[in-house]
Nanobody, 126 residues
Framework: QVQLVESGGGSVQAGGSLRLSCVAS????????MGWFRQTPGKEREGVAL????????SYADSVKGRFTISRDSAKNSLNLQMSSLKPEDTAMYYC???????????????????WGQGTQVTVSS
């Protein structure tokens, strides 16, 4: 099965930057959805940024637009999230995920994401 491993989390002051990386053990075929999600205790899981593997189209939560950038390096089987101008409310456990089924652009948070990483903690202090 596909395994995803995140890295790059840590502690940073407000206004700082972090780059998260997710490496997949196998190639994720075009048409699948991949994305970054975040969650804090007692809060519903939030989709931060989504990417359509086949086309490269991206979408972002309103709360991170203009500050976060999602990208994929197909050759390295990696998914990245560049985060800048970080705010305390960005503090969360961040996960990368991918679908097994092919949705061909119809990527949403409520799809069945079959593959998940273990998460990497991001803490932003003010």
């Amino acid at each position: 099965q596909v395994q995803l491993v995140e890295s790059g989390g840590g502690s940073v002051q407000a206004g700082g930057s972090l780059r998260l990386s997710c490496v997949a053990s196998q190639y994720i075929v075009g048409g699948a959805c991949m994305g970054w999600f975040r969650q804090t205790p007692g809060k519903e899981r939030e989709g931060v940024a989504l990417l359509v593997t086949g086309s490269g189209a991206t979408s972002y939560a309103d709360s991170v637009k203009g500050r976060f950038t999602i990208s994929r390096d197909s050759a390295k089987n990696s998914l990245n999230l560049q985060m800048s101008s970080l705010k305390p409310e960005d503090t969360a456990m961040y996960y990368c995920a991918a679908t097994r089924m092919l949705y061909f652009g119809n990527c949403r948070l409520d799809l069945t994401y079959d593959y998940w990483g273990q998460g990497t903690q991001v803490t932003v202090s003010s």
